[in-house]
């Protein structure tokens, strides 16, 4: 079983920074891509920025420039820093990891964190 666990929300100004971290445990062999969705009230789920294992990044047009996402192989954990913060993106931050093995003969799985609640506001 593989668990992700983030942590690094909360509450902070317009204009202000937060670093998310999200850290990926159990039996894993390896983990293809890892990155952060968010979810705002009576919205859908989208992509806020993705990176490979190879350390390609992906990132939505709305954060591009203000957000940097970033990985650590060796300790299966991914960040993502969140600079110039603006109202629009207080939402639920959620980790997902892609592509995950659980061994060398495992099938691919992807597997969600709990959330974490980022509010900006003044």
Known sequence: QVQLVESGGGLVQPGGSL??????????FSINVMGWYRQAPGKQRDLVADISSSGSTNYAA?????FTISRDNAKNTVYLQMNSLKSEDTA???????????????S??????????VTVSS
Not at 108 to 117: E, P, S
């Open 108 to 117: 691919y799985g992807r597997y969600w964190g709990q959330g974490t609640q």
């Open 92 to 106: 639920v931050y959620y980790c997902y990891g892609g592509g995950v093995r659980t061994s060398s003969r495992s």
């Open 19 to 28: 670093r998310l971290s999200c850290a990926a445990s159990g039996s894993i």
């Open 62 to 66: 709305y954060v591009k420039g203000r």
